[in-house]
């Protein structure tokens, strides 16, 4: 089709009416660009038309009719990543030709979850006397000791050894080998990445040999990047899947890669290590890492003398000059010698959702403003943060670490008939760069100004925003896929150096505070202050620290609305306007000093609502409305890890109550993985499965992350 642009229609015009027109200021080619505007909208709509007709083109809204013409039944599609049902429906007559096999009911699993799955037929494993006729050489019936792959995954999704009959039912989780017994294993942590960060060197090292891959300096378990799998007539193996590296298995590859002739050195490792795999080690300037021929896989765990004095890292003397020695298991590198060095680093790190500072997709604020500076190598920041005082945009375009506590100032207006200038601080798509401070960090905004900090990680010290010297102008702060280090800083074992001390300090009485999908420490503001908060984690450390308060123990803070937030630590809020499938995970303390009433106290109670959120027994609040556990007396979350740093950091446990894992407004989980929509999977899950399983057998999911 040819498209009617205003131009070709405009000169289809006799000329005489082209000459008046120009004569008159051109309004007659005003009104034919409005005409071809309204033309290509049709022509954009037929050829959508056409697209539609199939499920590989066609929009969104048209997948589930196309699917009810071969007796798809819909499902939930609130989950992000499977709010379409384009995949299923474009594989449901391959599922039905292949229904009730292993291969079809992964794939199946995979469409509905967006989990990476894996499918396993228990009654393959089972130990049994077999029939002459039918010899099946590879099930043996004893274990092989000696297989040490098979031995590392006994118990997982992998597991190869043959196993005795149990009468334990799947459904919940529990029986495994029995005949009609179905497997669908699930990864739910994803692998995020950083890429050519420097590695940081071990504050306890005087020989220069000793790094980490944690730009926060503690140790970090790394993680697989996962392999697409190629097609559905593909059982997933280790390489498809998001899982944990392990010293033992990857210490394996190594050792067969290298006692086999065939095998060139430089495929050593091929599956996790290269620039596009698990994890890399390049030379500054180099594009290409090191060749993996220089990798030892090594436990590089701490030893200890006998007197039980640190000695240093496991193996030390073993790593040969001109080798690296690499734990994935705890994020180490030990080089042979310290001119083997330095190193850039690309990694992976496991984490339950895509929250903080990270490499992962974002829309960097603040576009639209005049002034636009970007900077990176890990320069200095402060010159061009003063110069942008006045308002635009700093872009960081790396995932360096910047070392220095700078002063983020915003100019003020003392009319008020004038807008107030913004300042947007933001890291760039797929950059997650890093403060390290040396203090904390005074943020000053005048009146009416705006400064927005975007993608940024921050340790060393607090953000502080000081009150103002005059006037009562307000101001605003937003942070925005941030991370404010809980503790304010790691040590190399990953414990927070200053455990509960805040991460943002507000004295500025006329600020409003908006976080959006981060992580941070305590917070403490005054109580004029108006902090709204949505997919955030803020961590005292401990149920029984302070989450929320003023500026000292016993002040009431801010008034508070939050939205699908974890908040792991007590809170005294002057007001609670609103706090929606949240969990406050809180408890008072032991101490006799304690001075605390309950774990949350809000001091106006008049106005405020509490939703469809976990709020600890005994709390002081405004009234609540279908909250735990006040119809579950004994709910209580359970998390897999409360721990900064830890992959499954934030995660709700299975076993914890379904009035917490299924007690949003919604259905779904209370808390920052709220955004998931677990339960709405786990369902569609087992709808798909009672659809597709052949008669006789029985299935149950189990998660391996």
């Known amino acids: 089709m040819t498209s009617l642009t205003a131009e070709r229609l405009y000169t289809l015009l006799p000329a005489v009416y082209r000459i008046r027109d120009k004569a008159e200021g051109e309004p007659l080619r005003a009104l034919i660009g409005a005409f071809a505007e309204e033309f290509a909208a049709l022509e954009e709509n037929v050829e959508q038309l056409y697209d539609d007709q199939f499920i590989e083109t066609c929009a969104s809204w048209v997948a589930p009719y196309i699917g009810s013409l071969i007796g798809y039944r819909p499902l939930h599609g609130v989950a992000p990543n499977v709010a379409s049902p384009r995949a299923e429906v474009a594989n449901t007559i391959a599922y039905r030709r292949r229904k009730g096999t292993a291969l079809m009911l992964e794939q199946l699993a995979g469409d509905v979850t967006g989990w990476p799955a894996r499918a396993v037929e228990f009654f393959e494993l089972l130990t049994t006397t077999q029939y002459m006729k039918h010899a099946r050489p590879h ?55 950083l890429s050519r960060i420097p590695l940081t060197p071990d504050p306890l090292d005087a020989s220069g040999r000793r790094f980490r891959f944690n730009p926060l300096g503690a140790d970090m378990q790394l993680f697989r990047r996962s392999r697409t799998e190629p097609d559905i007539s593909h059982l997933a193996d280790p390489i498809n899947v998001p899982e944990r590296l392990s010293v033992r298995l990857a210490a394996l590859a190594v050792k067969d890669a290298q006692a086999s002739v065939e095998t060139p050195p430089d495929e050593v490792l091929e599956d996790d290590y290269g620039a596009r795999e698990s994890f ?62 330095p190193l850039l680093a690309t990694f992976h790190y496991g984490a339950a959702r895509e929250i903080g500072g990270g490499e992962y997709q974002r829309s960097p604020a603040g576009a639209e403003l005049v002034e636009q500076r970007t900077i990176n190598g890990g320069v200095a920041l402060q010159g061009d943060l003063d110069a942008l005082a006045p308002g635009g945009r700093l872009l960081v375009e790396d995932s360096l670490t910047y070392p220095e506590t700078p002063t983020l100032r915003v100019d003020g207006e003392v009319d008020d008939d004038i807008p107030g200038h913004e300042l947007v601080v933001a890291a760039a798509n797929g950059a997650r760069p890093l403060i390290a401070s040396g203090g904390d960090i005074t943020l000053e905004i005048g009146a009416r100004g705006k400064l927005v900090l975007d993608g940024w990680t921050i340790s060393g010290g607090a953000l502080r925003l000081p009150a103002p010297a005059v006037g009562s102008s307000p101001v605003e702060l937003v942070l925005r896929d ?76 801010a008034t508070l609305t939050a939205n699908e937030c974890t908040v792991i630590g007590k809170l005294h809020a002057r007001q609670i306007e609103l706090v929606s499938n949240c969990i406050l995970f809180a408890r008072l303390g032991a101490s006799p000093a304690e ?48 721990r900064y740093g830890d992959a499954a950091y934030g995660q709700l446990r299975r076993f914890t109550d379904q009035s917490i894992r299924t007690g949003a407004d919604d259905g779904g989980e209370m808390g920052v993985l709220h955004a998931l929509f677990q339960p709405q999977r786990e369902t569609n899950l087992r709808i798909r499965l009672e659809e597709y399983l052949r008669f006789g057998l029985r299935a149950g999911f189990f998660y391996e992350s």
């Open 139 to 193: 099930a043996e019936a004893t274990a092989d000791l000696r297989d040490l792959r098979a031995t590392f995954r006994v118990g997982s999704a992998f597991d190869s050894f043959a196993h005795t009959a149990e009468m334990r039912a799947p459904e919940g989780g529990s029986g495994r080998y029995n005949i009609p017994n179905i497997g669908i294993f699930l990864w739910r942590l994803v692998a995020l990445r």
């Open 595 to 642: 001075t605390w009433m309950a774990a949350v106290i809000a001091d106006r109670r008049q106005q405020g609502c509490m939703r469809f959120s976990y709020v600890p027994a005994g709390s002081i609040t405004p009234r609540r409305y279908r909250c735990a556990p006040d119809d579950h007396p004994d709910a209580l979350p359970h998390f897999t890890s409360l």
């Open 280 to 341: 890399a080690l390049f030379d500054p300037d180099a594009a290409a890492p090191r060749s993996v021929s220089a990798i030892r896989i090594c436990d590089l765990r701490d030893v200890f003398d006998g007197g039980g004095a640190f000695a240093g890292w496991n193996h030390e003397a073993a790593v040969l000059p001109g080798s690296i020695g690499v734990d994935p298991e705890r994020g180490r590198v030990l080089l042979g010698e310290p001119s083997d060095g």
């Open 482 to 557: 941030c991370t404010l280090v809980p503790g304010l800083a790691l040590n190399p074992d990953g414990s927070a150096v200053s455990p509960g001390s805040p991460s943002l300090i507000v004295e500025h009485p006329f600020a409003r505070i908006t976080l959006e999908r981060c992580i941070t420490g305590p917070l403490h503001a005054v109580e004029d202050v108006e902090i709204a908060m949505s997919d955030c984690i803020v961590d005292a450390g401990s149920p029984e620290g302070i989450a929320l308060s003023g500026l000292t123990d016993g002040e009431p803070g």
